[in-house]
């Protein structure tokens, strides 16, 4: 008997498709089988292995130990469970790809195709940024499934359409050259994935790093907000760990454990920065606004030093001589004796 079986590639996007399956926002199917590692990251030389993945995710998550207990723990839960959902997959049974054109689902995407190469009659695509929406001014598309709220999700499956050979053959040759390459970072730019150097997001990093101290969430959600690419956090904040190590950042609180650490951009960060000249163009910028803003805060501040001396003077003035007045709130003899007079 034919039934429908929906893969996504995050778990996010997998909560919200059993939910949607649920709840019968989605009637095509019952079943949801979910890949749980983002492969566009992390070494895949050769082929998927899970050895592999669990060192890579214990080399950028080393210093936060509960953090890297809790994902090695369910990395090996999940690649178990989908390995096993996947080869109880029937021939007669019809899966639809879910994904959206963001590395991380991509890469997972081909990585199916593989697994799924003698079912390739059976595989439908929805891919989620196929599909624009237009409203209050404003033309987008989804970049992830896992952007895509539970009641939006039946929207897309009219947009499903058949895998052709071509296209099957075309992603799976992209993805054999994927594996052939030692890059540990990968990126959707220009239709297609390409493996690029681990250090490729490092001029954004220092471009909103300012020269005081601030939160490394703050960094990173800026770098993730406002990239072209779409990448994970435990990413960015493995990459403000090296730039530190490197000299170019410079922290305080507690290394590696992005909720307890702040970091600032170092002479030798602006340097580097400087072989860029959007980017360095961009971050004066922004300390220019920095500063006007620290003025102010600071001239705020002054002014509100400055009235409570002169409160304190006049309280004083029944009491005390004008130069010892001026001597405890800091004012000069000729402000108390202005203020007298």
Same mark, same amino acid.
């Given at each position: 008997?034919?039934?429908?079986?929906?893969?996504?590639?995050?778990?996010?996007?997998?909560?919200?498709?059993?939910?949607?399956?649920?709840?019968?926002?989605?009637?095509? &199917?019952?079943?949801?089988?979910?890949?749980?590692?983002?492969?566009?990251? &992390?070494?895949?030389?050769? *082929?998927?292995?899970?050895?592999?993945?669990?060192?890579?995710?214990?080399?950028?998550?080393? +210093?936060? +130990?509960?953090?890297?207990?809790?994902?090695?723990?369910?990395?090996?839960?999940?690649?178990?469970?989908?390995?096993?959902?996947?080869?109880?997959?029937?021939?007669?049974?019809?899966?639809?790809?879910?994904?959206?054109? #963001? #590395?991380?689902?991509?890469?997972?995407?081909?990585?199916?195709?593989?697994?799924?190469?003698?079912?390739?009659?059976?595989?439908?695509?929805?891919?989620? *940024?196929?599909?624009? @929406?237009?409203?209050?001014?404003?033309? @987008?598309?989804?970049?992830?499934?896992?952007?895509?709220?539970?009641?939006?999700?039946?929207?897309?499956?009219?947009?499903?359409?058949?895998? +052709?050979?071509?296209?099957?053959?075309?992603?799976?040759?992209?993805?054999?050259?994927?594996?052939?390459?030692? *890059?540990?970072?990968?990126?959707?730019?220009?239709?297609?994935?390409?493996?690029?150097?681990?250090?490729?997001?490092?001029?954004?990093?220092?471009?909103? !790093?300012?020269?005081?101290?601030?939160? #490394?969430?703050?960094?990173?959600?800026?770098?993730? &907000?406002?990239?072209?690419?779409?990448?994970?956090?435990?990413?960015?904040?493995?990459?403000?760990?090296?730039?530190?190590?490197?000299?170019?950042?410079?922290?305080? &609180?507690?290394?590696?454990?992005?909720?307890?650490?702040?970091?600032?951009?170092?002479?030798?960060?602006?340097?580097?920065?400087?072989?860029?000249?959007?980017?360095?163009?961009?971050?004066?910028?922004?300390? !220019?606004?920095?500063?006007?803003?620290?003025?102010?805060?600071?001239?705020?501040?002054?002014?509100?030093?400055?009235?409570?001396?002169?409160?304190?003077?006049?309280?004083?003035?029944?009491?005390?001589?004008?130069?010892?007045?001026?001597?405890?709130?800091?004012?000069?003899?000729?402000?108390?004796?202005?203020?007298?007079?």
């Amino acid at each position: 008997m034919e039934s429908i079986i929906h893969i996504c590639f995050s778990q996010s996007a997998g909560g919200s498709l059993r939910r949607a399956v649920k709840k019968k926002k989605i009637f095509e &199917g019952k079943k949801v089988i979910v890949f749980p590692d983002d492969i566009s990251i &992390g070494i895949i030389q050769n *082929s998927i292995n899970l050895s592999e993945r669990l060192k890579w995710v214990d080399s950028i998550n080393k +210093e936060d +130990e509960r953090i890297r207990l809790e994902e090695i723990d369910y990395l090996k839960r999940a690649y178990k469970q989908f390995y096993k959902e996947i080869s109880n997959i029937k021939d007669t049974d019809v899966i639809y790809l879910w994904y959206g054109e #963001c #590395c991380s689902d991509i890469c997972g995407m081909m990585y199916a195709l593989e697994l799924l190469k003698n079912k390739i009659e059976n595989i439908y695509f929805i891919n989620v *940024s196929e599909k624009i @929406y237009e409203g209050n001014s404003i033309i @987008y598309t989804y970049r992830a499934v896992a952007e895509i709220i539970t009641e939006k999700l039946k929207e897309f499956i009219k947009i499903r359409r058949k895998i +052709e050979y071509k296209e099957y053959h075309d992603l799976i040759n992209q993805w054999e050259s994927l594996k052939d390459n030692n *890059s540990i970072l990968r990126i959707f730019k220009d239709g297609k994935v390409e493996a690029v150097s681990e250090d490729y997001f490092d001029i954004n990093i220092l471009k909103y !790093t300012e020269n005081e101290f601030r939160k #490394c969430a703050r960094i990173v959600g800026s770098v993730m &907000g406002y990239s072209e690419e779409k990448i994970s956090d435990d990413y960015i904040f493995w990459r403000i760990g090296e730039l530190t190590k490197s000299g170019m950042l410079e922290y305080k &609180g507690k290394f590696g454990i992005m909720r307890e650490m702040e970091v600032k951009i170092t002479q030798k960060g602006i340097e580097y920065m400087s072989t860029d000249s959007e980017a360095i163009s961009f971050w004066r910028s922004k300390e !220019t606004e920095k500063q006007f803003e620290r003025d102010k805060i600071n001239e705020a501040k002054n002014q509100g030093r400055m009235e409570e001396r002169i409160n304190i003077a006049k309280k004083l003035m029944d009491i005390l001589d004008v130069e010892v007045i001026a001597e405890k709130t800091g004012l000069t003899v000729m402000q108390v004796k202005n203020l007298i007079n």
